[in-house]
């Protein structure tokens, strides 16, 4: 994570190259499939389980995109450069050299742009939706089917609500160490900024059983360091619509922290409104969870955390990260911040630095406001001119970079 902030890349992000899929699998000839990976940790987690659906159904998992006859790009809407760097990769698959590849389009951009896909991007064959991912290998059957012929097709389905858990039990594993489990899918918090309620759905919590038995299973793998992940995983199992388990996110952890064979956990991403000193406790006193929590802030200015429907306020938050310091003696805290939000002012953008000054977190990850289909947000201009966004964005940049390097000495 330390070279991270350089890049400006979230602990929701990899580097690019790790999350090309690596490992192979049938040894029968096959149609060769390469997953690239955009966006963050969750979808990570979604490349190798797709990964390991096409696997069980035959195909072979390659990291060599120019031989494969299929490339799936998981994709990420979160902010207008992500999209954009999708549309470049699809355009590079369709001009590669030689036999075109079949092309399909998962992730957070099938449900943001459905069939329109087709339109914008006619070469490709199939749009999967984050929820449909189970269809995966059927889908591709039917593509192959009528492949060069007349009646060639093309194939979405981005229209499912939930997951069948059995997906996450394929046991494909890209990483011999350590291992993303979701405990969580969806959002409904409705950040005014933010299309992952509209691209991920409703907020899901899976069964603690299953969510145990899948860690048990990684760590017979030879898996030791486990990062439970979902969009807001401190809301786990608290009731709201569609949650089917009984256990809460602090009782969860207590069940992970007893799982024999497993060395270190930690879990991504919290949500201020839903953290409590309790959980800093469970921090404190877990011995394999680790002593760190990113928890994002996004603004120091009530104005703007209103705006962003974010529901607490600077003092909350100041309050939360001094109660974090104190009793997880040590830990890490880190955080994600936008700058250049509509109407954000150079008063506004003040408290928010001030804020970082005042909370010294270990990381931050500062990025740039971006307007996105769908959300509240897009009713107000984006009135902050992009060099404003730039002059904010670096002033802060700078700000952690000298706060981070003070306290790694
Ligand atoms: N569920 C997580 C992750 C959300 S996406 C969370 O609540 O923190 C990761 C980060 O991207 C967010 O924390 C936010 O800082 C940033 N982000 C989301 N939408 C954005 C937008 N429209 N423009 C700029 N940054 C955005
Ligand atoms: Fe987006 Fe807010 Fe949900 Fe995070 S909590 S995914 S920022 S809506
Ligand atoms: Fe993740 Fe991007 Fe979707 S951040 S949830 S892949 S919009």
Redesign the pocket.
Known sequence: MKNQIDRNL?P?DLPLKARQIKAGGMTAKCLDINIKTFG?QMNVRDSEVIGGLLARAGYEITDDEEKADIVIFNTCS??QMAENRVWSAVGNAVNRKGVPPIIGISGCMANNYREAIFEKAPAVDFVVGTADIGKLPEIIKEIQKHKGSLNEKKIYETDAEFREDEIYHTGFRLDKEHAFVVISEG?E?F?S????PYVRGKLRSRNAEDILKEIKADVDAGISKITLLG??VNAYGSPVTGHRSPVNFIELLKKVNVIPGLKEFTF??S?PKDTAIELFKAIAELDKLRKYM?L?V?SGSDRILKMMNRRYTRENYLNLARSYREIVKGGELTT???VGFPGETEKDFQDTFDLVKEVEFNAG?I??????PH?E?LKWPDDVPREEKERRHALILELQRKISKKLKA
């Not at 900024?193 to 992952?196: K, T």
């Not at 990025?367 to 996105?372: A, N, V, W």
Request: proline letters at 6%.
């Open positions: 979230s929701h963050c979160v902010r959002c918090n950040c900024y933010c299309v992952v969009q807001n991504v991403t949500h990113h994002p996004q994600d911040i936008i990850f990025f740039k406001y971006s307007p996105r959300t947000a």
